[in-house]
Nanobody
């Protein structure tokens, strides 16, 4: 079992930045691939970014590539999402997710069903 708790969401103006954090506990976190997803009101949950177990492989949704950066600190059991140049369309609840595998960080890991553990989410609101 892996327990995940997100933080860092909030209200920001368009063009601003936020850094989301995800604190992990439970089984060997350092061996799990991770991801960020988001869900806007009235829309399905969508993939944002993924990272493999040691952080040397990442993959992003086209809509956030170049603006968002996923990273992890295994010594702190933490996952991060640095979000820059935020747009109103980035408004959503952001979820941290973990796989029961070290494999991640590529286009093969964008589907939500490939992730076994989920946090409760943190709200990000970008005003225009």
């Amino acid at each position: 079992q892996v327990q995940l708790v997100e933080s860092g969401g909030g209200l920001v103006q368009a063009g601003g930045s936020l850094r989301l954090s995800c604190a992990a506990s439970g089984r060997t976190y350092f061996s799990t691939a991770m991801g960020w997803f988001r869900q806007a009101p009235g829309k399905e949950r969508e993939f944002v970014a993924t990272i493999n177990y040691n952080g040397d492989s990442t993959y992003y949704a086209h809509s956030v590539k170049g603006r968002f950066t996923i990273s992890r600190d295994n010594a702190k059991n933490a996952l991060y999402l640095q979000m820059n140049s935020l747009k109103p369309e980035d408004t959503a609840i952001y979820y941290c997710a973990a796989r029961s595998s070290f494999a991640g960080g590529s286009s093969s890991y964008t589907a939500s069903y490939k992730y076994d553990y989920w946090g409760q989410g943190t709200q990000v609101t970008v005003s225009s």
